[in-house]
């Protein structure tokens, strides 16, 4: 599958109407960024099942800063509108396929318990 362009227009529909989407922030002016960038479509033909998108953070920058990319390459794993993963630096083909295999792996139901738990204990930290 090619990787989609994400922009700040359609960044929160491709999150909300995929189970699974892994997010490339890079720059066309970085070196790691383009040496990954192999790395990242090879993965992408490799798990059909998954969206692979990519954000220019030259062209995006609200999006980049809505999310506090400092470095890039950053990568982020969406599961379920859950962010499962996030971290600066390019990743070897072995690593990105394990960051994969766990984010597929993990059980979502006991993910999103805690999520509504750590909202819960918010909210009360409010009143």
């Not at 989407?21 to 960038?37: H, S």
């Not at 993965?43 to 609200?62: G, L």
């Not at 982020?76 to 990743?91: C, D, H, P, S, Y």
Request: net charge negative; charged share 20%; with cysteine.
């Amino acid at each position: 599958m090619a990787t989609v362009e994400l922009t700040k227009d359609n960044f929160e529909k491709t999150v909300n109407e995929n189970p699974m989407v892994i997010v490339d922030f890079w720059a066309p002016w970085c070196g790691p960024c383009r040496g990954f960038a192999p790395v990242y479509e090879k993965a992408s033909e490799a798990h059909s099942d998954v969206v692979f998108a990519k954000v220019n953070t030259e062209e995006e920058q609200e999006l980049a800063g809505a999310f506090g990319i400092r470095s890039i390459p950053t990568l982020m794993v969406f599961r379920e509108k859950v962010i499962l993963f996030q971290q600066a630096g390019a990743l070897p083909g072995s690593a990105l396929a394990q960051v994969i295999a766990q984010a597929k792996s993990i059980d979502m139901a006991k993910v999103h318990a805690e999520v509504a738990g750590q909202n819960q204990a918010q909210e009360q930290d409010q009143k």
